[in-house]
Structure formats: structure tokens, C-alpha cells
Nanobody
Framework: QVQLVESGGGLVQAGGSVRLSCAAS????????MGWYRQAPGKQRELVAT???????TYAESVKGRFTISRDNAKNTAYLQMNSLKPEDTAVYYC???????WGQGTQVTVSS
């Protein structure tokens, strides 16, 4: 059974930083592409970033240069470092391997202006 547990969200001021973590189990993590998605109130869920097993990354245009996705295969954990946060980054952030059906429960990030 695949389990994804996100943590690290919270309330932060604009310009601040937050690091999200996603602990995965039930998958062969080291060969699995991992992704972070977000859903703001009243909006559709959108892809934020992905990281492949080999370490290559992709980012949404809106977060390029501000967010960094990474992974620690020894810990079965993916991370999302978010810097220079803006109020429009406010959303529930989800961990999700794009090729699997599993989703985490999400973690709320709120950026105040």
C-alpha cells in the first residue's frame, strides 16, 4: 500500500521560505519520479515540480528560480524548498508520483502579504 505523508507547511510572510517534506512508503522510491502539486481555493490542482529518479527536474514557470525540488533516496523522502514566497503561492501542497494513483493528504501553506 502506497503511503505519502507531507509535512512542513504553515503560515509564512511574503518573501519568506518554507521546506516541505514527503515521506513515501510502499513504493520503490529510488526509481520513482516524484512530484509536488498544489491547489489554491477555487482553482484546479496544478503541477509545481517533478524530480526523476536520476535527479532531473521540471518546474512550473510560476515557481522557477524560487522553488527547488530534491530527493533523498536513502530516506525515501522528497522535498520542496520554497523561497521568496508570494501570497499567490498560498495553497494546499500535495506529494504525488505522476505515474501512480497515490496522493498524500496535503499540507497547507499560507503566505501573508
Amino acid at each position: 500500500q502506497v503511503q505519502l505523508v507531507e509535512s512542513g507547511g504553515g503560515l509564512v510572510q511574503a518573501g519568506g521560505s518554507v521546506r516541505l517534506s514527503c515521506a513515501a512508503s510502499g513504493i520503490i522510491f529510488r526509481i520513482t519520479t516524484m512530484g509536488w502539486y498544489r491547489q489554491a481555493p477555487g482553482k484546479q490542482r496544478e503541477l509545481v515540480a517533478t524530480i526523476a529518479s536520476g535527479g532531473s527536474t521540471t518546474y512550473a514557470e510560476s515557481v522557477k528560480g524560487r522553488f527547488t525540488i530534491s530527493r533523498d533516496n536513502a530516506k525515501n523522502t522528497a522535498y520542496l524548498q520554497m523561497n521568496s514566497l508570494k501570497p499567490e503561492d498560498t495553497a494546499v501542497y500535495y506529494c504525488h508520483p505522476p505515474l501512480l494513483r497515490a496522493w498524500g493528504q496535503g499540507t497547507q501553506v499560507t503566505v501573508s502579504s
